[in-house]
Each structure stands twice: as C-alpha cells, then as structure tokens.
Nanobody, 115 residues
Framework: VQLVESGGGLVYTGGSLRLSCAASGRTFSITAMGWYRQAPGKQRELVALITSGHGSTTYANSVKGRFTISSDIAKNTMYLQMNSLKPEDTAVYFC?????????WGQGTQVTVSS
C-alpha cells in the first residue's frame, strides 16, 4: 500500500485546511486509516481514525468538534477537514493505513498555524 498526503500549509489561528491521503496498491486489504501528527520534540500521536467496514470514527480529545475524518472509497482517498485551527495543531501530519499484518505510512505534510 502506498500513501500520498497533500493539503498542508500555513494558516492563521481560526483558519481551516483539508488534508488528503491517496492510497494505491493493495487497498482492498486496508482495515482502517488514520491521521497522526508529530510536533517538534513530541511523540507522534493519533489525531483521527476511520474503519474501512462501518466507517466508524475515533478522534483525539484535542480535536473533537473541530476536525472531521472521512473517506471516498471510489477514489481510495481519505480526508481530514480541520477547522478552528490553533497554534498547538502545528505539526507534521501523517497518513496511516492498517492491514491485518502491517502498517503503512505516508511521507507527511506540514501544517503550521500562526497566531
């Protein structure tokens, strides 16, 4: 499975961005996809997750009500709509895909929120 993120950039506090993650390869084997982020000097953390079957979603408490994860199965693409962005959302955002026996990662996209 190959993953390519896009959509990062620089926004000001309160702004919005939409990240995209295009999957290719053995996409039929994906059981869940998610967005993680890593800020400088911090560990990578889960932002949001969506399952392939029921489309169940999970969010980090810090982004609930502001971020929305979704997927377009026909396009093999996952999205993260980020609203009401805060400086503490600044990080490199990574796309992740899980299969029964492996984890796959994209190269990451930088999101910077300036006050």
């Amino acid at each position: 499975v190959q993953l390519v993120e896009s959509g990062g950039g620089l926004v000001y506090t309160g702004g919005s961005l939409r990240l995209s993650c295009a999957a290719s390869g053995r996409t039929f084997s994906i059981t869940a996809m998610g967005w993680y982020r890593q800020a400088p000097g911090k560990q990578r953390e889960l932002v949001a997750l969506i399952t392939s079957g029921h489309g169940s979603t999970t969010y980090a408490n810090s982004v609930k009500g502001r971020f929305t994860i979704s997927s377009d199965i026909a396009k093999n693409t996952m999205y993260l709509q980020m609203n009401s962005l805060k400086p503490e959302d600044t990080a490199v955002y990574f796309c992740n895909a899980r299969t029964y026996d492996d984890d796959y990662w994209g190269q990451g996209t930088q999101v910077t929120v300036s006050s």
